[in-house]
């Protein structure tokens, strides 16, 4: 007695036509060899494609399919069987009652099964006396329906992302870095702080993701909230070689997904569309696309390595889950253990983890497809100054200058490299300024010409080293004591003032702690000496003695 395969494999023999019998023995012959690899690269699956006139995409899918099938030819023949020579093996009638039955009770958000709808199949041929269809056979006119419409029709527009690509059909890309989107989150972890590993509440997330290998170029772990800067440091990690942050976080791995993006696919959020952002992208060639509203499925691939993310950190200590019924009576602060920098390095590690496992859509991992598409196309440009590029994204500001040099939210900037436009000062436009919120001793200005940027720092050098988040909260705090007239000497002593409440309170609050840690890249020892041309001839006599800001590279954090 034949096996049920043996009989469905036989029904399907049967009940091909003779061109679709010989387009699927085609496509055995073909791809039987290349199913049966553990890797299929990009070479042999163009191959293939030429060879049946597919698109390397549809390749994979038939790849996908033989291996999950029986080695029969069947395999790779389209789903749908059109019952011999053209004809179906059901009478009209009965296959009006199927078509009718699943229109009217499969496809509603009612979410019948397959047993109910075959039960009211069955009732309605015995009512009008035809032959009873095999369950196998209702099963099979399931199996034909557009998964898309089927998922709408019975879960709504939402319910048929995951079974979508950007916007349904994505578009064609070729090549690594050709197309890069990136998107936040809030992590579902509370992380504790270096000193005292006390909770200090939820981390964000920023990650950029290559579409063609589906490999993560660019990672961003960071306390504050997603911005134009979350933006830039992410690119500015995706662009530049990894090696230095793999040292600094200890971490022993590869992570060769470097380079510049040819274009970024992002979804409305405001960060995506600061001037900073779009300033940045012209300079260095990349183009910027944006989902279309009320879409949201059309950054599917980023939006799922991060859902996949999330599911891997709901196993860490501190876990706040998903949702509150997820979380149930779990204890996330109590259990919380880990800090900034050590969820930074788990989820690098994470990362390599990710890169060398088959990916279900590739059917190979995203670093052997990297490592092939390289091959073939040669390595990205990598970006080898990083404080450079990232300045090109950070928020842009524009002051006229004065005679003693820039004034920014009450604070001066200075340096002899300003002196020569000091003295034409009047007949130059305002300056396009950037400056980067975690640490405001210094500022970026772009030369009158629009070709390089000066670094300039404080006036004052004896000034420490502050966030932009310090001197908001010690401007509002001044103006809480009725200071309507603010300086730059009341407004840092006011900031040494606070500084001074959180570091000799004695049980440090959560926020406090939070705060802390958001300065803990300010407290870096600085280097021996300055730049002759960041030294200002000013005289100052509280600078002796005094030592100056770090260096921007020694601040910089991905």
């Known amino acids: 007695m034949a096996t049920e395969i043996q009989r469905i494999a036989e029904q399907g023999v049967l009940t091909l036509p003779d061109a679709a019998w010989e387009r ?16 299929v690269g990009h070479q042999a699956a163009d191959t293939a494609a030429h060879s049946l006139g597919l698109s390397r995409r549809q390749v994979y899918v038939l790849i996908r399919r033989a291996r999950q099938g029986s080695g029969l030819v069947t395999d790779l023949a389209r789903g749908q069987s059109s019952g011999g020579k053209g004809k179906g093996r059901l009478s009209e009638q009965v296959e009006h009652i199927i078509r009718d039955l699943l229109q009217k009770r499969f496809l509603n958000r009612q979410k019948r099964s397959l047993a109910a709808l075959y039960r009211e199949i069955t009732q309605a041929c015995k009512a009008r006396k035809l032959r009873v269809p095999s369950r196998n056979t209702v099963a099979l006119r399931i ?87 979350s933006v830039g440091l992410c690119l500015a990690h995706a662009a530049c070689d ?21 274009q970024l696919y992002l979804d409305n959020a ?33 939006e799922r390595i991060i859902g996949t993310a999330m599911q891997m950190i709901h196993e860490l200590p501190g876990t706040t889950f998903s949702n509150p019924d997820q979380r149930g009576k779990y204890d996330s602060k109590a259990m919380a253990a880990l800090t900034l920098h050590e969820l930074e390095r788990w989820l690098t590690l994470a990362i390599g983890a990710y890169h060398g496992s088959v990916h279900g859509t590739l059917l190979q991992p995203p670093a052997a497809l990297w490592a092939d598409a390289v091959a073939h196309s040669g390595t990205p440009a990598i970006v080898t100054h990083a404080t450079a590029f990232l300045v090109d994204f950070l928020p842009v500001i524009r002051r006229t200058l004065t005679r003693t040099g820039f004034v920014i939210d009450h604070i001066h900037y200075y340096a002899d490299a300003l002196k ?71 407004l840092f002593r006011m900031i040494r003032q606070m500084r001074d409440i959180v570091e000799t309170a004695q049980h440090t609050t959560r926020k406090a702690r939070r705060d802390t840690e ?9 280097p021996p000496g300055r730049p002759a041309s960041l030294v200002s001839d000013i005289p100052d006599t509280e600078t002796e003695g005094q030592p100056p800001a770090p260096p921007f590279d020694q601040i910089e954090e991905w």
């Open 143 to 229: 199996a034909t329906l557009d998964p898309i419409k089927t998922a709408r029709s019975r879960g709504g527009p939402d319910a048929a992302r995951d079974l979508q690509g950007g916007g349904g059909v994505p578009p064609e890309v070729t090549a690594p870095l050709e197309q890069v989107q990136i998107d936040h989150t809030v992590i579902d972890l509370i992380i504790v702080d270096e000193r005292d590993r006390q909770p200090i509440g939820r981390p964000y997330l920023t990650l950029a993701i290559d579409v063609f290998t589906r490999c993560v170029a660019g990672m961003v772990v960071t306390l504050e909230a997603p911005s134009a800067v």
């Open 270 to 302: 405001v960060e995506f569309k600061s001037e900073a952002l779009r300033r940045g992208c012209q300079q260095h060639g990349i183009g910027l696309s944006y989902r279309p509203p009320g879409l949201p499925h059309f950054g599917g691939i980023v």
């Open 242 to 262: 990894k090696r230095p942050q793999l040292e600094r976080l200890d971490v022993e791995m590869d992570w060769p997904m470097s380079g510049k993006p040819k």
């Open 24 to 39: 699927a023995r085609q496509r055995m012959d073909v791809l039987g060899p290349l199913a049966a690899l553990d890797l």
């Open 420 to 490: 020569p436009w000091i003295t034409r000062r009047g007949r130059l436009p305002a300056f396009l300024i950037r400056r980067d919120p975690r640490d405001i001793s210094r500022i970026w200005v772009l030369e009158p010409e629009g070709q390089h940027y000066l670094e300039i720092s404080y006036r004052t050098l004896s000034h420490p080293a502050i966030t932009l988040w310090e001197q908001r909260k010690a401007l509002a705090r001044l103006r809480q004591l009725g200071r309507e007239q603010v300086d730059e000497a009341a």
């Open 518 to 526: 958001r300065r803990q890249h300010l407290k870096m020892l600085s």
